[in-house]
């Protein structure tokens, strides 16, 4: 990558700026002071530093937030917060995006990422990724709402559902439940629950694949995946 490309990339200013940075002799590729905005720099190897400071340098950025209701799962919106409103400056120069959408009522897992290829993945149909929901539900879940469930219903368009796993956690006239499903038709689990005559009153995602919402997030935190959660959700792609 180009190195100006790169420092602009991490947020050091405009291609135009960078330019003036790498002229007055600021920045220097393993130890070697770099003055040319074309000259190619290996971010594997080698290290690039900024007035003497090393400049970290991730192609990617994977990101987990316990998204809070009020928000977008967009990029950017003329009049509502989006999700990537709530991030750092240092971590919006990488461009991410939210993985898929929750409602703007619809609380808990969001992986934000601006890796395309993992986040086509885990949303392609094909994949069947499971996602897991916790709700409560305005009416009394039952036996037979499981049993419609498991064998998929008929949403409000004709779409009939992939089959849902659902667990009733507590049943009264508000129950409270969990449902994991394979696919993400636009407001599935709450046209699922009307489907069988219910509505749900509170959404959270627990789960995305391998993944659980990290429980130490408050609402509208954010943390980023370690390591081995991201090699868990490449791995689970090819399964
Ligand atoms: N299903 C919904 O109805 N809403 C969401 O936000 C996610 C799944």
């Not at 790169?6 to 003055?35: C, F, H, I, P, T």
């Not at 929750?102 to 992986?111: I, R, S, V, Y």
């Not at 392609?124 to 929901?133: D, G, I, L, Q």
């Given at each position: ?61 994977y990101l987990m937030m316990n998204k809070p209701q009020g928000v977008l799962s ?23 995006f939210p993985v898929g959408r929750l409602d703007k009522d619809t609380e808990g ?131």
């Amino acid at each position: 990558m180009r190195i100006d490309k790169m420092l602009a990339n991490l947020g050091y200013g405009s291609r135009k700026e960078v330019k003036q940075l790498l002229k007055s002799g600021a920045v220097k590729v393993d130890d070697v002071v770099v003055k040319d905005a074309k000259q190619h720099v290996d971010t594997a190897t080698q290290t690039v530093a900024l007035n003497g400071e090393v400049v970290e340098y991730k192609e990617f950025i994977y990101l987990m937030m316990n998204k809070p209701q009020g928000v977008l799962s967009a990029t950017e919106d003329n009049s509502c917060e989006t999700v990537i409103d709530l991030l750092e400056m240092e971590d919006q120069v990488y461009e991410p995006f939210p993985v898929g959408r929750l409602d703007k009522d619809t609380e808990g897992l969001l992986l934000i990422t601006n890796d395309g290829q993992l986040a086509h993945r885990l949303l392609s149909p094909k994949k069947h990724v499971p996602k897991t929901y916790f709700a409560v539900i305005d009416g009394e879940v039952d036996a037979a709402d499981v049993e419609a469930f498991a064998e998929g219903v008929t949403l409000d368009d004709g779409y009939e559902t992939k089959p849902g796993e659902l667990k009733i956690l507590k049943s009264g006239i508000r129950s409270d439940i969990e449902l994991t499903i394979t696919e993400g038709k636009f407001h599935q689990v709450k046209r699922m629950f009307e489907a069988v005559g219910k509505s749900v009153v509170y959404l959270q995602r627990i789960s995305m694949g391998p993944l659980p919402l990290d429980e130490t997030l408050e609402l509208g935190e954010y943390r980023e995946l370690t390591g081995e959660e991201v090699e868990l959700l490449r791995d689970y792609q090819v399964k």
